[in-house]
Protein backbone atom coordinates (compact mmCIF):
# COMPACT_ATOMS: atom_id res chain seq x y z
CA UNK A 1 0.00 0.00 0.00
CA UNK A 2 2.65 2.47 0.77
CA UNK A 3 6.52 2.53 -0.30
CA UNK A 4 8.76 4.08 1.43
CA UNK A 5 12.41 5.00 -0.44
CA UNK A 6 15.20 6.45 1.70
CA UNK A 7 18.16 8.09 0.56
CA UNK A 8 21.18 10.30 1.89
CA UNK A 9 23.08 8.17 4.11
CA UNK A 10 27.51 7.73 4.10
CA UNK A 11 30.39 8.26 5.69
CA UNK A 12 31.11 11.47 7.76
CA UNK A 13 33.54 12.62 9.95
CA UNK A 14 32.42 13.51 13.56
CA UNK A 15 30.74 17.13 13.78
CA UNK A 16 29.89 16.49 10.42
CA UNK A 17 26.60 16.72 8.75
CA UNK A 18 23.55 14.79 6.52
CA UNK A 19 20.47 14.96 4.97
CA UNK A 20 18.88 12.05 4.79
CA UNK A 21 14.93 12.16 2.64
CA UNK A 22 12.35 9.73 2.50
CA UNK A 23 9.74 9.43 -0.32
CA UNK A 24 6.23 7.71 0.12
CA UNK A 25 4.55 6.49 -2.49
CA UNK A 26 1.04 4.42 -2.92
CA UNK A 27 -1.50 5.12 -0.85
CA UNK A 28 -0.36 8.23 0.71
CA UNK A 29 -3.27 10.06 1.55
CA UNK A 30 -3.43 7.15 4.71
CA UNK A 31 -0.65 8.79 5.70
CA UNK A 32 -0.43 9.85 9.62
CA UNK A 33 3.11 10.18 11.25
CA UNK A 34 5.97 9.41 9.58
CA UNK A 35 9.31 9.15 11.32
CA UNK A 36 12.85 7.62 11.78
CA UNK A 37 14.17 5.20 13.50
CA UNK A 38 17.60 3.38 13.64
CA UNK A 39 19.64 0.55 14.44
CA UNK A 40 23.08 0.37 15.54
CA UNK A 41 25.44 -2.77 15.44
CA UNK A 42 24.22 -5.08 18.10
CA UNK A 43 21.59 -3.06 19.29
CA UNK A 44 17.77 -3.09 19.12
CA UNK A 45 16.19 -0.51 16.58
CA UNK A 46 14.93 3.17 18.13
CA UNK A 47 13.35 5.77 17.69
CA UNK A 48 15.14 9.01 16.31
CA UNK A 49 12.22 11.36 15.77
CA UNK A 50 8.37 11.59 14.45
CA UNK A 51 6.21 13.99 12.84
CA UNK A 52 2.84 14.57 12.14
CA UNK A 53 0.92 15.82 9.38
CA UNK A 54 0.54 18.77 11.32
CA UNK A 55 4.19 19.46 11.95
CA UNK A 56 4.29 18.03 15.47
CA UNK A 57 7.43 16.48 16.33
CA UNK A 58 9.10 14.21 19.04
CA UNK A 59 13.04 13.58 19.34
CA UNK A 60 15.16 11.40 21.31
CA UNK A 61 16.53 13.24 24.05
CA UNK A 62 20.23 12.31 22.62
CA UNK A 63 19.57 13.98 19.02
CA UNK A 64 17.44 17.07 20.34
CA UNK A 65 19.27 20.39 19.21
CA UNK A 66 21.60 18.26 16.80
CA UNK A 67 18.35 16.73 14.49
CA UNK A 68 15.65 18.36 12.79
CA UNK A 69 12.95 16.47 10.53
CA UNK A 70 11.24 18.10 8.73
CA UNK A 71 8.04 17.29 6.15
CA UNK A 72 6.82 17.86 2.65
CA UNK A 73 3.31 17.00 2.25
CA UNK A 74 2.82 18.18 -1.10
CA UNK A 75 5.98 15.83 -2.10
CA UNK A 76 5.13 13.25 0.43
CA UNK A 77 8.88 13.56 1.26
CA UNK A 78 10.17 13.39 5.20
CA UNK A 79 13.93 14.77 5.76
CA UNK A 80 16.21 14.62 8.83
CA UNK A 81 19.05 16.90 9.03
CA UNK A 82 21.48 15.77 10.94
CA UNK A 83 24.41 18.13 11.75
CA UNK A 84 27.03 17.59 14.84
CA UNK A 85 27.17 14.06 14.29
CA UNK A 86 28.72 11.82 16.40
CA UNK A 87 30.30 8.03 16.35
CA UNK A 88 27.27 6.58 18.69
CA UNK A 89 24.70 8.29 15.67
CA UNK A 90 26.41 5.59 13.64
CA UNK A 91 23.16 2.75 12.66
CA UNK A 92 21.45 1.95 10.15
CA UNK A 93 18.39 4.81 9.49
CA UNK A 94 14.71 3.20 8.43
CA UNK A 95 12.02 6.15 7.38
CA UNK A 96 8.77 5.02 8.24
CA UNK A 97 4.78 6.02 8.16
CA UNK A 98 2.06 5.17 9.84
CA UNK A 99 -1.80 4.77 8.53
CA UNK A 100 -4.57 6.10 9.89
CA UNK A 101 -6.50 3.12 8.12
CA UNK A 102 -5.97 -0.07 10.34
CA UNK A 103 -2.71 1.23 12.27
CA UNK A 104 -0.09 -0.36 10.15
CA UNK A 105 3.20 1.07 9.74
CA UNK A 106 5.34 0.51 6.34
CA UNK A 107 9.03 0.96 6.68
CA UNK A 108 11.86 1.97 4.04
CA UNK A 109 14.76 -0.35 3.41
CA UNK A 110 17.09 1.46 5.69
CA UNK A 111 19.96 4.04 4.30
CA UNK A 112 23.38 3.32 6.47
CA UNK A 113 24.76 6.23 8.33
CA UNK A 114 28.57 5.84 9.62
CA UNK A 115 30.49 8.47 11.50
CA UNK A 116 33.90 8.03 12.16
CA UNK A 117 35.85 9.59 15.24
Known amino acids: QVQLVESGGGLVQAGGSLRLSCGAS????????MGWYRQAPGKQREPVVSITRDGMTTYRDSVKGRFTISRDNAKNTVYLQMNSLKPEDTAVYYCYAELWTGGMVYWGQGTPVTVSS
Open 26 to 33: GSIFSIND
